[in-house]
């Protein structure tokens, strides 16, 4: 059985620091694409930042230069780290998983919420 569990959230005050962390079991994640989402209140789910199989990133343009994504073959996990956070970062981040040639995520986590205190 496939599970994502992401953790590292919290309430964090503005131009702070989070590393969000998503550990998986049931699939290696290098074989993957993996991503980080976020959905705030009132608004669809978004893209965050993504790590390709072949370690190649991509990011949303509202987090570049802020957000760096990472992951570690050894644990099987995925990180977010998040700096000079903002109160519009404030939102449930997910993780998410999907194979490579497939355009749709076959595997989420539950979330984490991220509150950022202005």
């Known amino acids: 059985q496939v599970q994502l569990v992401e953790s590292g959230g919290g309430l964090v005050q503005v131009g702070g620091s989070l590393r969000l962390s998503c550990a998986a079991s049931?699939?290696?994640?290098?074989?993957?694409?993996t991503g980080w989402f976020r959905q705030a209140p009132g608004k669809e789910r978004e893209l965050v930042a993504r790590f390709s199989s072949t370690s190649i990133t991509y990011y949303a343009d509202s987090v570049k230069g802020r957000f760096t994504i990472s992951r570690d073959n050894a644990k099987n996990t995925v990180y977010l780290r998040m700096n000079s956070l903002k109160p519009e970062d404030t939102a449930v981040y997910f993780c998410?998983?999907?194979?490579?040639?497939?355009?749709?995520?076959?595997?989420w986590g539950q979330g984490t919420q991220v509150t950022v205190d202005s």
């Open positions: 049931g699939l290696t994640l290098s074989n993957y694409i």
């Open positions: 998410a998983a999907r194979r490579v040639g497939k355009g749709t995520y076959d595997f």
